[in-house]
């Protein structure tokens, strides 16, 4: 196998020949590049020899499922992940084109171990990526991604005989099926499906009609240019765009999908955004009522109410912080048997008996809505108001390059540890504790707190801040951990602020 090149340029005859792959996009649980400024088709075929020899190295059954989101360039980029695939011995099942959690969900449904899905997720049209796993409901961590990005990169990938292609029929039914069971609402429900005009305006309305779901469109149309805003659902823009097709329709709510489909996003029937970290507050009051004792898994940029919530104490439930990322959150949930992971991106993890433990947004519309017919005198904004007052903050993503945002981040933990060892308050109360399991989460005698973490997918830092006090207070925590995020040089401008 040919070395991945690093001189290797677009518009040169070595492109269309020798693998070009930036190091870099080997994150910490998902591999993305730009496309094709970063990778090259030959580059995604070494992928596919370098994933096909891990799965060999590793004594993974020679089987994989592979599907791609709805971007013009993204079956071509399968195509040559599926050619390296093959070359390593494997053989493919093409399950076509399908939101993230339909390929999961191909693993169980077909028998296979092996899963890799073309998706730049939520990225702008550009990027492009894989999300993959050998062990459902488990992807690739920092330990996978890394051995695989030296197998390719030192041009380690094995040929061997025995590799081959089959296209499957019939994924999308037995996934949609495998949703909703023989479930069907028995309230009245009326909900904005929002897409954005990703890969899930292909299931977010045909989910809705199988529960007996009125469906308010927005943006269903398949349309890879997205012309209306990028979908992410824990981007304002989208939120807003929610609230107002909520205000305009009288929907009880509107549940928003990303553009894989494996996250979700909530506005309320008053139009309110409801951050995910709060919903799963709500998933997690309503579902400690049927399971007392309880496990819920949050990852570190999530409301501190899953620990110090009275209804939840009073279930029993145990709650447990941990590092961002899916492929961290799946391992946790999974390593604790927890029924549930939020993640305030919007992640959720639904495990048995609820669902199967990886991330699914439209699992998480099926929960929703279960939990609405539960409480059937209930509206959204109820459950919302019914939860202790905290002021948060979105997440927001200072620049850091790829290359210099770990030694950052490093050197922003030591600086805050040292303020807290030193004593010295913040925002005007005592540092309880801070918790470094993903960045520096500094936690305030009163319970609020204050994150700065990496981002494992882009070249940003992030920042969350949330208070039980007031919206004055969040704002001191997020102007002081600013003003130490400030002392290094190489951080640039956010993409949103409060």
């Given at each position: ?14 492109f ?53 989101d ?30 993230t ?8 449904h ?13 990225n ?23 051995e ?35 479930f069907r ?21 045909a ?28 981007a ?9 097709s ?13 553009g ?36 819920f ?6 409301t ?19 590092k ?37 947004g ?28 905290t ?12 290359t ?8 922003l ?6 303020k807290?060892?030193?004593g ?24 609020s ?10 070249p ?24 130490v ?11 949103q602020?409060?």
């Amino acid at each position: 196998m040919m070395k991945p090149a690093a001189t290797v340029t677009p518009n040169t005859w070595e492109f269309l020949r020798d693998p070009m792959i930036k190091p870099t996009g080997f994150r910490e649980y998902d591999a993305r590049w730009k496309y094709p400024d970063e990778i090259n088709l030959p580059g995604m075929t070494a992928l596919g020899l370098g994933l096909g020899t891990q799965m060999y190295k590793r004594g993974v059954e020679p089987v994989i499922a592979v599907g791609n989101d709805y971007r013009d360039y993204s079956v071509a980029i399968k195509n040559a992940l599926v050619i390296g695939l093959m070359q390593a011995g494997i053989r493919v099942k093409d399950i076509g084109p399908c939101i993230t959690p339909m390929a999961y969900f191909s693993s169980f449904h077909l028998g296979v171990p092996g899963v890799a899905m073309v998706t730049a997720s939520h990225n702008p049209n550009g990027w492009t990526g894989v999300k993959m796993g050998f062990e459902m409901p488990l992807t690739h961590g920092p330990d996978e991604m890394s051995e695989l990005r030296d197998i390719v990169l030192n041009g380690q990938g094995v040929a061997r005989d025995g590799g081959g292609y089959e296209t499957v029929d019939g994924v999308f039914e037995a996934y949609l099926d495998d949703l909703v069971g023989d479930f069907r609402m028995s309230r009245k429900l009326k909900v904005v499906c929002a897409t954005g005009n990703g890969t899930a305006s292909a299931f977010g309305p045909a989910l809705f009609e199988r529960l007996g779901v009125e469906c308010v469109p927005s943006h269903n149309e398949l349309d890879y240019t997205f012309p209306h805003y990028n979908p992410n659902p824990e981007a304002m823009e989208m939120l807003h765009d929610m609230s107002d097709s909520v205000k305009a329709s009288g929907a009880d709510f509107a549940l928003g999908f990303d553009g894989d489909g494996d996250r979700c996003g909530v506005v309320d029937d008053e139009g309110e955004e409801i951050f995910a970290d709060k919903v799963g507050v709500i998933m997690a009051r309503d579902l400690s009522k049927i399971y007392p004792g309880a496990t819920f898994v949050a990852d570190v940029k999530s409301t501190g109410l899953f620990a110090s919530d009275p209804e939840l104490i009073a279930n029993g439930v145990k709650a447990d912080y941990w590092k961002t990322g899916h492929s961290h959150m799946k391992r946790r949930v999974h390593a604790l048997g927890a029924l549930a992971g939020f993640e305030k991106s919007g992640h959720y993890f639904m495990a048995g008996p609820l669902g199967r433990g990886y991330d699914d947004g439209m699992r998480v519309a099926v929960e929703i809505c279960k939990l609405m017919d539960r409480n059937p005198d209930m509206k959204m904004s109820d459950l919302r108001k019914a939860l202790p007052k905290t002021w948060s903050t979105p997440s927001m993503s200072p620049y850091a390059s790829d290359t210099e945002k770990y030694g950052i981040l490093e050197r922003l933990v030591e600086k805050l540890v040292a303020k807290f060892e030193a004593g010295e308050p913040l925002a005007g109360r005592a540092i309880k504790e801070i918790v470094t399991v993903n960045g520096a989460r500094v936690i305030l005698d009163n319970g609020s707190w204050g994150l700065v973490r990496a981002s494992s997918n882009t070249p940003n830092l992030v920042v969350v801040c949330e208070s039980s006090d007031s919206e004055a207070e969040m704002r001191a925590i997020f102007d002081e951990i600013n003003t130490v995020i400030r002392t290094e040089p190489g951080v640039g401008d956010y993409d949103q602020t409060i």
